[in-house]
């Protein structure tokens, strides 16, 4: 099979290290070859990054002309949403479905980004002496991006899109278990006219990202992915003093009070941690029900998970294709097993599929466990798959006290009519974003990240591209 090449200053190559497989996981069966980097491949797609970043061709430019990249790469992506989406989902298994959907909200990233590129503004500062003061903000430099392999189209355009808006160069290193999707926003970046050495992509296992992390002349990193891998990226970065942006782990509560509107919150629960197959940072995989209506629920969020039905990811009935690879499918089943084991019920799902298509791919079936408490492995461990565990709750202040019980900070869902406890307890749980009578709705706008060991930084909405900007002073005499 033809090796596919990655791209440093707009040229092609497939690289001094070893080359790997894209495996389709609805089907097992390789799906392309992609060349891997060396570290002299880093070190020549860093040494490009760092020439075009003093190149007046892309420094020089002011913000409204470096906005027109943005605006352009998001027209040529709406151009062709249906291939990229078939891209993904050859890579990942997500359904097509979610994938198109993902394209145009990638497409939407560069489009606000050239938004808030053009309209951007330096401050004039309060005189408070014989100087006027201004802040104007500077791009922070050559920025090493790593993404993960859930959804490689939003996540990707939400590093490049700010990275390129504020002005910087950017080396990005995509997951090897989804590592086409990056290499069409190289061809994107290309035809887009991009300066070579602006977008520079480079491909290959872990330790191409640890070259990244450990280059002398990289600037800033920004990664998503897994808390220990984020811990060991934010040592090595404060070791060098570093700027970092770490996007990391969950396992969010999503809550249901009593005097919820049941009907709607028990689809969205549902949702909140199967869309996608649970393969998402903010899964609403800890489903905390008031104790009064626990039983009631549980049987109602059973029914609707039973509505979740495997198929291949092409097909239009199929609402959940398989996980991103056989190695994580069981990762899934070892975790269920594992709560099983600690007294788990497990009430619906929990068994790999063994027969015809969906034996041949890595499948694994919307489950739902209770039976436990809080400090359950299953409920206190991100198993970033299509597993719910249903947790009772006493009280607000028991339910506050429970769903602050964990490591993580990333996010959280509220279902209840009454606007002064969605407020109370909106604030008292420590996550970075909290969803009341919805969830998982997306706005780029907004800024989005972790507290606790979820993450470091913010990114999207305005404070997204100053995540990617060092702010400088500037005192002007004027007495």
């Known amino acids: 099979m033809t090796i596919h090449p990655f791209m440093i200053a707009n ?3 497939t690289g001094a290290g070893e080359a790997f497989s894209s495996i389709d996981p609805s089907t097992g069966r390789e799906v392309a070859r992609i060349g891997g980097a060396g570290a002299a491949d880093v070190d020549d797609a860093v040494a490009a990054a760092r020439a075009a970043l003093a190149d007046p061709a892309w420094s020089g430019l002011k913000c409204h002309e470096r906005a027109a990249y943005l605006f352009r790469i998001a027209e040529l992506m709406g151009g062709r949403l249906d291939e990229l989406a078939r891209v993904q989902m050859e890579d990942n298994g997500k359904t097509f ?10 497409a939407a990233t560069f489009r606000y980004y050239g938004a808030v590129c053009e309209t951007f503004e330096s401050e004039m500062n309060t005189q408070r002496g014989p100087s006027v003061t201004m802040t104007v903000y500077e791009p922070v430099g050559v920025v090493a991006a790593i993404t993960p392999w859930n959804s490689p189209l939003t996540l990707e355009a939400q590093k490049l899109a700010p990275i390129l808006a504020a002005g910087n160069t950017v080396v990005l290193k995509p997951s090897e278990v989804t590592p086409r999707v990056a290499l069409e926003y190289a061809r994107l970046a290309i035809e887009a006219g991009l300066p070579a050495g602006v977008v520079n992509v480079v491909t290959g296992a872990a330790d191409v990202g640890r070259a990244l992390v450990d280059h002398p002349d990289i600037d800033m990193v920004s990664f998503t992915g897994g808390t220990a891998s984020g811990r060991a990226i934010a040592k090595a970065c404060g070791t060098r003093l570093r700027p970092v942006v770490l996007e990391l782990g969950g396992k969010s509560p999503h ?3 009593a005097d919820a509107d049941l009907e709607r919150a028990r689809t969205t629960v549902a949702s909140g941690i199967f869309s ?8 609403g ?11 009631a629920f549980l049987e109602a969020i059973c029914a609707s998970t039973q509505a979740y039905s495997m198929g291949p990811p092409e097909d239009a009935a199929a609402t959940l294709g398989p996980m991103v690879s056989f190695q994580h499918r069981d990762h899934v089943a070892s975790a269920v097993e594992a709560a099983r084991a600690e007294g788990g019920k497990v009430l619906t799902g929990g068994a790999i599929p063994t027969e015809g298509a969906l034996g041949a791919g890595a499948y694994y079936p919307a489950t739902v466990i209770a039976g436990l408490g809080n400090e359950a492995r299953v409920a206190q461990q991100e198993i970033f798959g299509p597993v719910a565990v249903v947790l009772p709750f006493r009280d607000e202040a028991d339910l506050v006290a429970q769903a602050n019980d964990t490591e993580f900070g990333l996010a959280a869902g509220i279902w209840t009519r009454d606007f002064a406890k969605a407020w109370r307890v909106a604030r008292a749980i420590r996550a970075g974003t909290v969803w009341i009578n919805t969830y998982k709705e997306t706005s780029i706008s907004t800024p989005f990240g972790g507290f606790k060991q979820s993450g470091l930084g913010r990114e999207k909405g305005q404070t997204g591209m100053r995540t990617y900007m060092e702010p400088k002073g500037l005192y002007w005499h004027v007495g």
């Open 285 to 295: 995989s800890r489903i905390f029900v008031e104790a009064s209506i626990h039983d």
């Open 276 to 283: 996608g197959g649970g393969q998402s940072c903010v899964a």
């Open 97 to 106: 479905a979610e994938c198109r959907s993902q394209a145009a909200s990638a």
């Open 11 to 13: 040229g092609w190559r």
């Open 255 to 257: 809550v249901v009070f």
